[in-house]
């Protein structure tokens, strides 16, 4: 399998494994869950919780870029192992971004957010060239 499909299957976990976070903070903050108004409970959330909660969004964000890419590159014929490297640049730049954000550091944040815009584009631009 080439390396941009595991790295695809590795980060569609993230934005699960940061709800099952997300929602364990959201309990122990408000001792119950809203299941009648649960995004107005995520609302009022503060602190790490609320960071875990954009984590978590902008999670899904990448999620959807990377996948339509990848899409474009399976479709376009390139040989998906060029695309490796950015794969895999990708694949850190998810990992450190949850990090950062849940510990409140924005500038490195917006660093590795960065990255991983940049090698998906790259993913894409490529696909398209090499039609």
């Known amino acids: 399998m080439p390396v941009i499909f595991k790295v ?7 934005p699960i ?3 099952v976070l997300g929602g ?7 001792g119950q ?4 108004h649960p995004r107005q409970q995520q609302a009022q959330l503060t602190g790490v919780a609320a960071r875990v909660l954009a984590a978590q969004k902008n999670a899904w964000e990448a999620l959807i870029f990377y996948s339509v890419m990848c899409l474009l590159a399976y479709v376009s014929g390139i040989g998906l192992q060029s695309l ?3 794969a895999w640049l990708f694949l850190l730049s998810r990992i450190a971004h949850p990090v950062f954000y849940i510990l409140g550091m924005a500038p490195f944040r917006t660093l590795v957010f960065l990255i991983g815009w940049c090698s998906t584009l790259y993913i894409g631009i490529q696909s398209i060239v090499s039609l």
């Open 84 to 86: 490796s490297y950015a």
């Open 33 to 36: 869950f809203d299941n009648n």
């Open 17 to 19: 494994t940061l709800a």
């Open 8 to 14: 695809l299957f590795i980060v569609s976990l993230f």
């Open 24 to 30: 364990y903070l959201r309990y122990r903050q408000f």
